[in-house]
Structure formats: C-alpha cells, structure tokens
C-alpha cells in the first residue's frame, strides 16, 4: 500500500541508496534516488519530493553546501532535509540543524529508526489510527474464534483427537471467560503501551509550552514594572561645580620643559646617524653575498650537468657548495615520471634516488636531497564506488567520467612513499651520520606542459600523454651552508 510521497536519497554510494530505498519503500514511499548533489539539484528543478535524505562527503559538491542552496532556494526552502551519514558527534548534529537539516541518520540505520522520523515528518499516518482499526480487528477475529469453538464443543464430545479441546482450553482464562490469542494480546500490548507513551509525551510537550509562556509572561510584567520604578525614582539636581583661580605659574617648569624636549631631538639625531652607518654596512655584506650566490649557483649548474651525464661525471666534478637549507637549486637534477595508480616515492624512484645517493656518497656531498612530488590530472574512466581507470586512448575527452588524480589525493603522508623508501631514507642519514639527508615535499600541481582543450576533437589518448609527464617526481640537490 502506497501512501503517495515520494523521497530523494542523494548519495555517491550504490549500495547506501538501495538499503534505505528498500526501507522506505517497505512504508509505501515512492524514492528516487541521486548520484551526486549536482544531480539533485537538476532533479529538484523538475520534482518536488516530500523528503530529502542528503550524503555528506561525495565528489564535488558535498552534503552541507547542497543543504544550504536547497535551503537558500524559495522552492525548495520547506521541503525535509535529513542528512544521511556516517559522520557523529554533537557537533556534527549542531552544525547541519544550523544549516536547516531536521536531523541526522546514521549509515548503520536501522528500520525502527527510518519509521520514528517518517512518523516525525508526519509522512505516514497517526499511529493510534492504526491500533484502534487493529484493535477491531482483533476483537473481531477473537470473537469469531470464541464463537466457532463454542460451536464445534457443542457438536462433538471433547476429545484430544478433534483439537478443539486443547484450543478452548488455551482461550479461557482463570475465570472462565474468552479471551484474545496470544499473539494478537501481545500485538495489542505493544499497541496500547506505544499509544500511552505518545500521549505522555505530547502532554510534557503542552506542559512546557504552558511554562515557556507562563514564564515570558511574568518576565514582561516584571520588565514593565522594573521601566515603570526606573521612571518615577527622582533625579538629583546637578550642583555647578566651582572653578578655583588658577595658581601663578613659576619661570623654572618651562625651562624644564625646554630642555626634557631638547633631549629627545639630540637621541633622535644620534640614532639616525646610526642607522645610515648600519644601512651602509649592510650594503657592502648584500654585494658580497650576491657574489658568494652568483658562485654556488654557477656551481650548483655545473654539478647538474654532471648528474645528467652520468654518475661518473658527478663523481668527477668538482666539491659543491652553495647556499643553506633556505635556498634551492635553479632546476631539478633529474625527474622521474609515476603512472597514474603508483605510490610515487617507489619503484622506479626509489632506484634513482639509490644510485643518486651512492654518486654523492662517493664524492663526499653535504648536504639535502629535495624530492618533490607533482601531481598530474587524467582522464578517467569509472566511479569513486568502483574505482577510476585511465580511459581508452580514442575516448574523447568531453566524455571523460573524472578529470583528475583521486588516487594521488587520497594518499596520507605517509602513503606517499613504500615501506622500502623510508627504509632507505633513514638507512642514509644514519650511514652518513647526517651529512646527506632525504626531504620529500608534496608540490601539487605545478604543471610543466599545459593541457590541451576539451573540444571536440581531443582525444583521452592527447590529454593523458600531458597528465604522464606532469605526474612527476623532481630530485633536487641543496648543499649544506
């Protein structure tokens, strides 16, 4: 049986939206169902449901900021809003009703708790209706069978073999008279315990509305009469006060002031000629250390080249030096590339970064190795439910599902770099007794080759070639001071 509303349960998980549309519509609501809130959005623009069950996190525009264009838009503004997630605490709870949600259901719902807040939006009918026609109904059915068995103890002698001895018996109670089944007893039960549990609370509701005007009452009566006393207390009369003649004034107090102000000039005068001596001091030490930087950056040039030749070459170019742990060098010496769905420090890097270390090991370096990580933007193909792929090469790119790196993203610090690599890391500085250290730097997107339009003649295959080379991984040489 239908009851004729309809809900909308927008969540980026498949299995989420079948188990609470399952729930629903076991109480006679038509649901539809959204991926994202941007279709929600589309979709209200065209339906207007009867309750709204929101996701929080999801790609793109997540659960609060759709909750606040719903609740920002004058069509949509009065419809529910419950949001449906996984997130707890008080806070949580505190922050979507500020934002206009009704409430918050738990992912882990339970059917009991989806029918207490569709009884709470009043989008199934009263519950003692719904008792008193099961009330008939199960009079009736115990008179029927009260009736029958009277009729059938009537007809035949009692006997175990017919079983309407046993069934007659199971109906008296101690007194003697009919009684319900047990299961429609039972049923009844719950039904009328139910029943007075919904009066008691409605009657602390009007209790409370009966204090809460009882009290807003007596505040504005005592407001009025505090206005009222305030009004009639008497002004003191203001007294005008009396203005001593002003006492001659003696020579030496502007003397005094004379020379306090003479002071202050003299020190300002003798400080700027301090701070000119400095400033032209520090002119001179600004000219010496742009030639010192001028060297250890045609230094640092030379021993690129040298890495990129080969480490025989770095092993043979000179010792560098050049600037502390605050500057880093013009370019990177050497750049490996990750494919979409690898840990970036691994693999791949993780050899480099070896025969690097052994190169500089060899020449007796000081210094930092900065590993910067970049992050490159495919096109994929798939969902966040089952997983992005990279898309097939003819695939054009307006039809790409995911434009960007959901992988790269949702790796922690930590999960950056394998198990090997940091193993390798500290294996360093402690070989070295920190005279070569390892420092990784998560850059983002800082693309090198830029990408091509998404027209109608871009293929999947033109942008991914972008995306591999913008993925990156630079290796950086910074000696000590």
């Known amino acids: 049986m239908t009851t004729g509303k309809r809900a909308l349960i927008v969540d980026d998980s498949r299995s989420a939206r079948v188990i609470l549309s399952r729930m629903l519509e076991q109480h006679g609501l038509a649901v539809d169902t959204a991926e994202s809130a941007e279709q929600a959005l589309e979709y209200l623009h065209q339906q207007r449901p009867d309750v709204i069950f929101m996701d929080h996190l999801m790609p793109g ?53 989806v029918s207490r807040v569709l009884y709470q939006l009043h989008l199934l009918p009263d519950r003692r209706q719904g008792r008193s026609a ?45 009684a319900l089944p047990a299961a429609a007893l039972s049923e009844l039960q719950g039904g009328l315990r139910q029943s ?49 003649p002003p006492p001659p004034t003696p020579w030496w107090p502007v003397m005094l002031t004379a020379l306090f102000a003479a002071l ?19 002119a001179r030490e600004l ?62 890097r993780l050899e480099r970064l070896r025969g690097l270390a052994a190169t500089l090991e060899a020449q007796g370096f000081r ?34 599902d995911l434009v960007g790196n959901p992988f790269d993203d949702g790796l922690s610090p930590a999960q950056r770099q394998s198990v090997a690599f940091a193993n390798f890391v500290a294996m360093l500085g402690q070989r070295t007794a920190g005279a070569i250290t390892v420092e990784t730097v998560n850059a983002g997107r800082r693309n090198p080759v830029g990408y091509p339009e998404q027209g109608e003649g871009s293929t999947a295959g033109d942008w991914n070639t972008v995306a591999a080379q913008n993925n990156r991984v630079e290796f950086h040489l910074v000696p000590a001071a």
Do not use: H
Not at 145 to 169: C, I, N, R, S
Not at 372 to 391: P, R
């Open 61 to 113: 525009m997540d659960g609060f900021q759709a909750v606040q264009v719903i609740k920002g838009d004058p069509q949509t503004a009065t419809i529910p809003l419950m949001m449906y997630t996984s997130q707890e605490g008080e806070l949580y709870v505190s922050q979507a009703r500020a934002l206009g949600a009704v409430g918050v259901l738990p992912k882990t719902v339970r059917p009991v708790d």
């Open 134 to 178: 099961l009330f008939d109904e199960r009079a009736a059915a115990a008179q029927a069978a009260a009736a029958a068995a009277g009729g059938a103890e009537a007809a035949q002698p009692p006997t175990k073999a017919t079983g309407v001895e046993v069934d007659a018996e199971a109906a008296l109670t101690a007194t003697g008279s009919w």
């Open 196 to 244: 007075l549990q919904q009066l008691v609370r409605d009657q602390l509701a009007e209790q409370r509305r009966f204090m809460l005007a009882t009290f807003e009452a007596f505040a504005r009566r005592m407001s009025s009469e505090l206005k009222e006393g305030i009004a009639k207390v008497p002004v003191p009369p203001t007294l005008e006060p009396v203005v001593p």
């Open 264 to 282: 202050p000039a003299a020190l300002l005068g003798f400080l700027y000629w301090q701070s000119m001596q400095a400033q032209a001091g520090l």
């Open 287 to 348: 000219v010496a250390a742009k030639a010192e930087a001028a060297a250890a950056l045609q230094t640092a040039r030379s021993a690129q080249s040298a890495l990129a030749a080969g480490p025989a070459t770095v092993a043979a170019a000179a010792p560098i030096a050049g600037p502390g742990r605050g500057a880093a060098p013009p370019g990177p010496l050497a750049v490996e590339y990750v494919p979409y769905g690898e840990t970036p420090l691994a693999n791949a």
């Open 367 to 400: 210094g930092r190795i900065l590993i910067e990580t970049f992050v490159g933007d495919f096109c994929l193909a798939g969902n966040a439910g089952d997983g992005f792929t990279v898309a097939a090469t003819e695939l054009p790119t307006q039809k790409c």
